[in-house]
């Protein structure tokens, strides 16, 4: 394939296999990597960057493509059956996956995809297969990684499998260009995977800052709406109930809490909102089995999992969001609550340092002791003009994280990795 001197990409291959931009954050295995794929799709598409995401097709009724936003298709590959195959089981699906990928580019003329972007490992193999096939460069985005989740391990969790931590090897080795949401995790590229430095770029998520923003009335609306208490503590989880986010450290620090000041029974809310990931369940039982065994059953409140315009009056009627994650590659759900006006309380880990600002928009907490987390939430009983000034100094810290930021670094990622190829290409022409 011969490439022209002002050739400029104009249409991207995204892959993401294991979750669809269109299923509903906090259900199954979908995050905040749909949220990215979504929101990073729509801002390239209005950057004059069509996008199509190819994604495993999970039931037989979804049509071949779906039109997310102007310029952003989604493609419905068959691979596998369509339900109860869990992500473990991908990996034996990928060479369908491929072959459904290979044959939508069959149908268009030569040169029909510029890059090819893949999220998570599973869909890097694609991706590597894809651009080797198309001549085109691969940018890849690994979200998490199995050598940095099995260092930090919740301890009801399994370790991620040796398949997986050599996979994701490769996908570095083939890359043109890889994508980290922080220093940090460019870092953890580096040491872990011998990703070389200069095929690594930063690129912060971002947030919708049109959804999540303040609102008139603020959280005394946002409660009125939900039906909470207007003079409720109210410290939120929201995401995918499984141990690496951790939502039983808030469960057990609300028990120290009640232990330490029994009166505060009579005001504390903890809402928990998100499905259990990827089991199929339609609620979280051993959450449910822990706040009985402590006693807190009256005061824990499951919700499932809502929509992002649902969820932002969840953010805005919390007193406080609190992530006890093990890992987080970003955090997005933090840059969410705090785009609304609300404080978190986070664990010092992974790109949540760089989503939190200690002290200003939140509190960190090293390890994931309950204890320690019922001593930040106390703050807030202790001071309840706290929420107000730590939640203005959050969105305004907030504003920093626009997608259209992130988009436009992303695609100055994609040129960077073109222009290489192509001088690559020229090199190996003589």
């Given at each position: 394939?011969?490439?022209?001197?002002?050739?400029?990409?104009?249409?991207?291959?995204?892959?993401?296999?294991?979750?669809?931009?269109?299923?509903?954050?906090?259900?199954?295995?979908?995050?905040?990597?749909?949220v990215y794929i979504v929101e990073l799709a729509r801002r390239l598409a209005e950057r004059d960057i069509e996008v199509e995401v190819f994604t495993r097709a999970t039931s037989g009724g979804a049509p071949p493509t779906v039109e997310l936003a102007p310029g952003v298709l989604v493609r419905h590959v068959d691979a596998g059956?369509?339900?109860?195959?869990?992500?473990?089981?991908?990996?034996?699906?990928?060479?369908?996956?491929?072959?459904?990928?290979?044959?939508?580019?069959?149908?268009?003329?030569?040169?029909?995809?510029?890059?090819?972007?893949?999220?998570?490992?599973?869909s890097g193999h694609v991706g590597w297969l894809a651009a080797e096939r198309w001549g085109v460069p691969l940018v890849h985005a690994m979200h998490t990684m199995a050598k940095v989740k099995n260092a930090a391990l919740a301890a009801e969790d399994n370790p991620e499998p040796a398949a997986r931590v050599i996979g994701e090897?490769?996908?570095?080795?083939?890359?043109?260009?890889?994508?980290?949401?922080?220093?940090?995790?460019?870092?953890?590229?580096?040491?872990?995977?011998?990703?070389?430095?200069?095929?690594?770029?930063?690129?912060?998520?971002?947030?919708?800052?049109?959804?999540?923003?303040?609102?008139?009335?603020?959280?005394?609306?946002?409660?009125?709406?939900?039906?909470?208490?207007?003079?409720?503590?109210?410290?939120?989880?929201?995401?995918?109930?499984?141990?690496?986010?951790?939502?039983?450290?808030?469960?057990?620090?609300?028990?120290?809490?009640?232990?330490?000041?029994?009166?505060?029974?009579?005001?504390?809310?903890?809402?928990?909102?998100?499905?259990?990931?990827?089991?199929?369940?339609?609620?979280?039982?051993?959450?449910?089995?822990?706040?009985?065994?402590?006693?807190?059953?009256?005061?824990?409140?499951?919700?499932?999992?809502?929509?992002?315009?649902?969820?932002?009056?969840?953010?805005?009627?919390?007193?406080?969001?609190?992530?006890?994650?093990?890992?987080?590659?970003?955090?997005?759900?933090?840059?969410?609550?705090?785009?609304?006006?609300?404080?978190?309380?986070?664990?010092?880990?992974?790109?949540?340092?760089?989503?939190?600002?200690?002290?200003?928009?939140?509190?960190?907490?090293?390890?994931?002791?309950?204890?320690?987390?019922?001593?930040?939430?106390?703050?807030?009983?202790?001071?309840?003009?706290?929420?107000?000034?730590?939640?203005?100094?959050?969105?305004?810290?907030?504003?920093?994280?626009?997608?259209?930021?992130?988009?436009?670094?992303?695609?100055?990622?994609?040129?960077?990795?073109?222009?290489?190829?192509?001088?690559?290409?020229?090199?190996?022409?003589?």
């Open positions: 394939m011969r490439w022209s001197a002002g050739r400029r990409v104009r249409r991207v291959a995204m892959l993401s296999v294991h979750t669809s931009p269109l299923h509903q954050p906090g259900t199954g295995d979908a995050g905040g990597m749909n059956p369509y339900e109860g195959l869990a992500k473990e089981d991908l990996p034996a699906q990928l060479c369908a996956f491929t072959h459904g990928v290979m044959r939508a580019w069959a149908g268009h003329r030569p040169g029909y995809y510029d890059l090819v972007h893949s999220h998570y490992w599973l090897t490769q996908v570095v080795a083939a890359a043109d260009r890889l994508i980290a949401n922080t220093e940090e995790e460019a870092g953890e590229l580096v040491r872990h995977y011998e990703a070389a430095p200069d095929r690594v770029a930063v690129v912060h998520p971002g947030v919708n800052l049109d959804r999540f923003r303040p609102l008139p009335g603020g959280r005394a609306a946002a409660r009125q709406r939900l039906g909470l208490p207007q003079d409720a503590l109210v410290p939120l989880f929201a995401g995918r109930i499984q141990p690496l986010k951790a939502p039983d450290v808030l469960v057990r620090a609300a028990a120290a809490l009640l232990a330490e000041e029994p009166a505060l029974r009579e005001r504390l809310v903890v809402p928990i909102v998100g499905g259990p990931s990827g089991s199929g369940l339609t609620r979280p039982e051993a959450l449910y089995k822990l706040a009985a065994r402590l006693g807190v059953s009256d005061v824990v409140r499951f919700e499932p999992p809502v929509d992002q315009e649902r969820l932002a009056d969840w953010y805005r009627a919390a007193s406080v969001l609190v992530m006890p994650s093990y890992n987080e590659s970003f955090g997005l759900v933090a840059i969410e609550a705090q785009a609304c006006g609300t404080p978190v309380v986070a664990a010092r880990v992974g790109g949540l340092p760089v989503a939190v600002a200690d002290g200003r928009t939140g509190f960190l907490v090293s390890g994931h002791d309950p204890r320690d987390y019922a001593r930040a939430l106390r703050r807030f009983v202790d001071q309840p003009e706290l929420a107000d000034r730590l939640g203005e100094a959050a969105a305004q810290h907030a504003r920093g994280f626009g997608w259209d930021t992130a988009a436009a670094r992303t695609a100055d990622v994609y040129a960077a990795a073109q222009h290489e190829r192509r001088r690559h290409l020229r090199s190996a022409h003589g």
